[in-house]
């Protein structure tokens, strides 16, 4: 099964092009899923019709559904939860407890995970995802890293000290405190669900992004950071999607000066990413409903299948060089001074802005260090000593 992530920054038109890409997929003989997992739910005002938790056909061959995240939390870790309230109850660290019930990205994960569920039955050809803006995205996709730590550091130690304390806990009375098995075993299936997410997500024959935007100074600046940090995390981008721009009829008057910006910015963009650029225009009123879709779907794609993947790519990859192995991430518009690289025990560690990433080593390179990291026509490369 494909999928398709759309994401960008908010307001942008995430949800229309998504519930476009999903139209435009079914009208190529695709047979759709429509997942939101933005939990500013909006597919049903798209479609103009009401969507929710359980799948619902809202057009021929196109079967959409809204993540009810909290639910599914509850649903599946109802052992963790019930642990953390219990730890909040007896009064354990506060701030502790808070941070481990925020788990920063466990919830993008969860709606995500969703997406493993449709494959699961094997209906459809193409799963299209209106995300949450790009933050939460990467948020997402920086989980699997913040739960290794997690589960690595503090959840090994937690479990030894727990087996040591649990009768001294008990017999004063904070048996709470005292995670039991099903709260062991109940991490034990979140981190093989983020493992599951995780390679779907970064399985680049299956798995694609595509970044909407406008062209607006300020959203393209956006949309060139997620494009970086999409790559430095292994997402592939194939397309940028340029929305609401002025079409020709209204680009005199007052919005001259707007359409001669947008010129700039559609400029700087075509110049940018390497990957299809497509183009919707502003409409007279919002394209609500499967018909309004569906042209806009026309208008984007042209003739290409919405469900094809538009530019393959793997934006991080070990690379071979004569005897030597590097390691090269497509990272379009970022300059030297943004990128910090290290090498440390088993991992690289990596630093784009205020994106970070430990990513393995292979066998062969751990306890070298990092020989070069240059930045070389938007790639970073590293090399190793
Ligand atoms: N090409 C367009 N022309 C006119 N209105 C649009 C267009 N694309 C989106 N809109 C409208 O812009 C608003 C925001 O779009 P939406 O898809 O909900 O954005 P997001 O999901 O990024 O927050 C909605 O009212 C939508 O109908
Ligand atoms: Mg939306």
């Given at each position: 099964m494909r999928v398709v992530l759309l994401t960008g920054k908010g307001g942008v038109g995430k949800t229309t092009m998504s519930a476009a890409t999903a139209i435009g997929a079914a009208a190529h003989g695709h047979r759709v899923f429509l997942l939101s997992?933005?939990?500013?739910?909006?597919v049903g005002d798209a479609l103009g019709r009401p969507v929710g938790a359980r799948p619902v056909e809202v057009a021929p061959s196109v079967v959409a559904q809204e993540v009810a995240v909290l639910d599914e939390i509850e649903r599946s870790w109802s052992e963790i939860q019930d642990w953390l309230r219990g730890l909040l109850r007896e009064g354990a660290d506060e701030l502790v407890a808070e941070e481990i019930l925020v788990f920063p990205g466990l919830e993008e994960l969860v709606a995500l995970r969703a997406i493993r569920e449709v494959e699961a039955l094997?209906?459809?050809?193409v799963c299209v995802v209106d995300c949450a803006p790009t933050g939460s995205t990467l948020r997402m996709l920086r989980f699997p890293d913040a739960l290794a730590v997690f589960m690595g550091g503090v959840f090994d130690l937690e479990r030894r000290a727990a087996r040591a304390l649990k009768p001294i806990l008990e017999t004063v009375g904070l048996r709470g405190l005292v995670p039991g098995d099903e709260v062991f075993a109940a991490f034990e299936r979140l981190v093989s669900d983020v493992d599951d997410v995780r390679q779907i997500l970064l399985d680049g024959d299956r798995t694609t992004a595509r970044l909407v935007t406008n062209a607006a100074r300020v959203v393209v600046d956006e949309t060139r950071r997620s494009f970086a940090y999409l790559s430095l995390y292994g997402v592939a981008t194939d397309a940028v999607l340029v929305n609401r721009l002025l079409p020709s009829a209204a680009q005199g008057g007052f919005f001259a000066r707007w359409a001669a910006r947008e010129h700039e910015e559609l400029a700087a963009l075509e110049a940018g990413f390497g990957v299809p650029l497509l183009r919707a225009e502003l409409r007279?009123?919002?394209?609500?409903?499967v018909e309004a879709l569906a042209a806009l779907a026309r208008e984007v794609y042209?003739?290409?299948?919405?469900?094809?993947?538009l530019q393959r790519g793997r934006p991080l990859r070990w690379r071979r060089v004569g005897a030597t192995t590097r390691l090269e991430i497509d990272l379009?518009?970022?300059?030297?001074?943004?990128v910090e690289v290290a090498a440390r025990g088993e991992d690289l560690h990596l630093r784009v802005r205020d994106a970070r990433r430990a990513i393995a080593l292979p066998a062969s390179l751990v306890g070298r260090s990092v020989q070069s990291a240059r930045l070389e026509r938007d790639v970073l490369v590293v090399t190793f000593a």
């Open positions: 997992t933005d939990p500013a739910h909006s094997g209906e459809f050809d007279a009123g919002e394209p609500i409903g042209g003739a290409r299948d919405p469900a094809a993947i379009p518009h970022v300059s030297k001074e943004e």
